[in-house]
Every structure is written in C-alpha cells, then in structure tokens.
C-alpha cells in the first residue's frame, strides 16, 4: 500500500513539473450568484472574456460555474465541466504567426490536479472561418463537455482584404 502511495505521489509530482503551454490572460467580466450559502462563499457562475494571442481582433467570451462552499473558499473544490463560449470579431483581424489546427488559445485548471478547461482554435478554410472549441477533460476518465464558437473573417473599417486563415495554417 506504501508503495501505490509512493507511486501516485510521484506521479502527481511529475505531472505538475510540466508547465502549460503559453496561453492568452483571463478577464473577469462579472459574477453571479445562483445558490446562497450561509457562512461560505456562493456557488456562482463566472463570465470571462479573453484575447486570442495569436489572431488579433478576435475576442472570447466564456462562462464557467465555480462551486462555492468550504471546498470552494479554500480552492480544493473540483469544479464541473460545464463551459459556455462565445467568440466574435472586433476588429480587423491579423495573424501574428503560423498556427496548427487544434492550438491552444487558453487553458485554465478546473481542479487541484485532474481536471483542465482549455479553449482551442482551428480554420475551416473552405469557408474562410476561425472555430473556436471550448472543452473540459479528465486526465483519467475524459469528459465529452464542449462547446463551439465560430467567427467569420469579414471586412472591417474599409481596409482592403480580410486575411485567409488557410495562409496561416502550418
């Protein structure tokens, strides 16, 4: 038993000496409470608006539930896998750099080791449309929560051309 117990801990040890890939930075927009709790925070749902890094112009919007309780107040609660997403342009969109299908734009721990939100990007180049896919996954068991947006490349403020996202697909 000893030993199991070694090696899950060395496990849990090597799996945190991993540092995520760069991502965009998070902006907290508003909360909501949706359940009281008397002597411990809330449970509430979060909105978060967020930049793509690699594509300007591009912004997201997602929310996430986030449990309240005493779990909650000290950061241990594993929050669900629900994840709603929006993503629109607002401006006029520019490719900073090549980039692969599936990359990530964002990635947010959900639980202390388990769980992980990321927010991925990918071109439909037929239609010229960025698809942004948000998902939450379980490093051992998975998760099918998910949810889609897509933002058309269109023209913006007069100025020539939209760019083809199949120009900056690797």
């Not at 090696?7 to 890939?21: E, M």
């Not at 902006?27 to 749902?45: A, N, Q, R």
């Not at 000290?74 to 401006?91: D, M, P, T």
Request: aromatic share 8%; with cysteine.
């Amino acid at each position: 038993m000893k030993a199991l117990a070694a090696t899950v801990s060395a496990v849990l040890l090597g799996l945190a000496a991993f540092p995520a890939p760069a991502s965009a930075q998070e902006d907290l927009i508003f909360k909501k409470s949706t359940v009281w709790k008397m002597l411990t925070p809330d449970h509430k749902l979060a909105v978060y608006g967020v930049d793509d890094p690699v594509v300007e112009g591009v912004a997201c919007h997602y929310t996430v539930p986030e449990k309240g309780g005493v779990a909650g107040m000290f950061g241990v609660a594993e929050e669900v896998s629900e994840i709603s997403l929006a993503c629109r342009q607002i401006g006029q969109i520019r490719f900073k750099d090549k980039t692969d299908q599936g990359d990530v734009v964002f990635r947010e721990r959900r639980s202390l080791i388990w769980k992980k939100m990321q927010i991925v990007r990918g071109c439909d180049v037929k239609r010229n449309v960025l698809i942004y896919m948000a998902y939450s996954d379980k490093l051992i068991e998975g998760s099918p929560q998910n949810s889609t947006s897509t933002v058309p490349i269109m023209p913006w403020g007069g100025v020539g051309e939209p760019a083809k996202c199949a120009d900056w697909i690797k």
